[in-house]
């Protein structure tokens, strides 16, 4: 038996650096199922995710570039063989805020990265300004109704000494309704 949710959830870090081995595709398909369970209200599922490798990063790096005003290619999404960008497909709804589904749509990103890494690969969720620029959601295909809020980018763990995560404090976090 694997570990629980909460050992998976205390050992989970982000990878800066990873390795140049990724899941198959096959392999992201179950771990895309397993996070495409969070919670969603009314089931909209208000999401949609998008795997990125080889020449895809590529063409990403020169619409970063674009997006900064910049000739050639950035190098950042070469950083990891397997990128997932994150992608909000807002659905009409008189009950679900766009908030709310832009809240699945990180769920999903967060649940994603945590089945990841307990499956043994190293994951880290990045932005940056261009996440919303026009070059980098047209090299994405978005449509009106979608916002990119990010890539998970995927590879194996390195190995070697690891650094440490401070504990989370709770306390600082969590409180009671106030009283009359």
């Known amino acids: 038996m694997g570990p629980s949710a909460l050992e998976a959830v205390r050992a989970r870090r982000s990878w800066s650096k990873v390795t140049d081995v990724a899941p198959t595709h096959e392999e992201l398909v179950t771990f895309v199922s397993a996070a495409g369970r969070v919670a969603d209200h009314s089931s909209l599922a208000p999401w949609r995710l ?38 909000a497909s807002y659905r009409k709804s008189d009950k679900v805020p766009r908030w709310e589904q832009e809240a699945v749509a990180s769920g999903i990103a967060h649940v994603l990265s945590l089945v990841l890494d307990e499956a043994g690969w190293g994951v880290i969720w990045r932005t940056g300004h261009y996440t919303r620029s026009k070059a980098v959601a047209k090299a994405h295909g978005l449509k009106k109704h979608e916002e990119l809020l990010g890539w998970l980018y995927v590879g194996g763990k390195p190995t070697g000494r690891l650094g440490r995560r401070k504990p989370v404090d709770a306390r600082h976090h969590l409180s009671r309704m106030p009283q009359d």
């Open 50 to 87: 998008i795997e990125l490798r080889g020449d895809d990063r590529e063409r990403l790096g020169r619409a970063i570039n674009k997006s900064n005003g910049d000739k050639g290619s950035s190098s950042k999404p070469l950083r990891a063989p397997l990128l997932i960008a994150v992608v």
